[in-house]
């Protein structure tokens, strides 16, 4: 891609008339985008092979534009995790600004489809940082228990923070986790994060981080790590659609699940033999790295 998409800059939307004084941020930001257009296959192909070929930020900021409204129903999605929705709409539109640099419109599908993988990516990413200064999970099951906790617990009429063995249990129950996962994350969500950037009352300009060790990664390296598994994740998704049905079942009930079926067991399904979906799920793994080397992705 051209070096200027790094450059891709989204300019306020025309401000609307005639709203009222009490009205909110996210009141004026829908109204205000409520002025871009959606655009047609057609428009929007012609202005993805212009960024694409020539680097011609200004399709690129019509691409962006005109997808804004898509952003603001994926954040309202996850509107009950008590955070600000312009915040998760600000993120979700940087997750689109990244799918915009990345979209090949030659693939045949639209740009939306590809983008909602990096919408939905920014905004979760934001929430679980903003949920706790601790990692809320390292591992997919952890970051799927995060997401279904709280609905469950909606769902059981459990409110309040002081949950009991029993309600631990029943929730366990519901999600098909330990009692201990449930607990452990439940504590995470409701427990409250002491800022760092708080001053220490007895010192004048002097804050808790003052106070810390830095041991991690470079930052540079943990946002390009970060980037290059969302790129992965994005083009799994592009390469799951070149798969027939039959082979894309197979993969994700083999490959992307969290409790993978048997060969015998997809043999029963589709009534063939073991070595048959061992046949089908091989082929089918090199459809999909030759599909991610397109996306110029090497796994």
């Given at each position: 891609?051209?070096?200027?998409?790094?450059?891709?800059?989204?300019?306020?939307?025309?401000?609307?008339?005639?709203?009222?004084?009490?009205?909110?941020?996210?009141?004026?930001?829908?109204?205000?985008?409520?002025?871009?257009?959606?655009?047609?296959?057609?428009?929007?192909?012609?202005?993805?092979?212009?960024?694409?070929?020539?680097?011609?930020?200004?399709?690129?900021?019509?691409?962006?534009?005109?997808?804004?409204?898509?952003?603001?129903?994926?954040?309202?999605?996850?509107?009950?995790?008590?955070?600000?929705?312009?915040?998760?709409?600000?993120?979700?539109?940087v997750g689109l600004m990244h799918a915009v640099k990345g979209f090949d419109p030659t693939k045949g599908y639209r740009l939306i489809s590809y983008a909602v993988w990096w919408i939905r990516a920014y905004i979760q990413n934001y929430i679980i940082k903003s949920w706790s200064l601790v990692k809320v999970g390292t591992t997919q099951a952890q970051r799927k228990l995060f997401y279904k906790l709280r609905s469950a617990k909606n769902e059981l009429e459990m409110g309040g923070d002081n949950l009991s063995a029993e309600d631990y249990r029943e929730l366990a129950d519901k999600l098909e986790v330990s009692d201990e996962a449930v607990m452990e994350m439940d504590q995470r969500m409701t427990g409250k994060d002491l800022s760092l950037d708080a001053e220490i009352k007895s010192e004048h300009d002097v804050s808790h981080l003052d106070f810390l060790a830095d041991d991690d990664e470079n930052q540079e390296d943990i946002l390009t790590k970060a980037e290059e598994e969302q790129k992965v994740r994005s083009g799994m998704v592009v390469a799951l659609k070149t798969l027939k049905d039959r082979e894309r079942y197979i993969i994700e009930k083999r490959v992307l699940s969290d409790t993978p079926l048997t060969l015998e067991e997809l043999g029963t399904k589709f009534n063939i033999s073991r070595e048959r979906v061992r046949q089908i799920e091989s082929a089918a793994l090199k459809k999909i790295r030759s599909a991610l080397e397109d996306e110029g992705i090497s796994k």
């Open positions: 891609m051209p070096e200027e998409e790094d450059k891709i800059h989204v300019d306020p939307p025309p401000q609307s008339a005639l709203l009222p004084a009490h009205t909110t941020s996210l009141q004026r930001y829908l109204a205000e985008i409520s002025n871009y257009p959606v655009l047609s296959r057609e428009e929007e192909y012609k202005l993805a092979m212009k960024y694409k070929n020539d680097g011609d930020l200004e399709a690129a900021r019509k691409l962006v534009t005109s997808n804004l409204k898509f952003v603001v129903r994926v954040a309202n999605e996850y509107k009950n995790y008590g955070l600000n929705t312009m915040d998760l709409i600000q993120e979700g539109n």
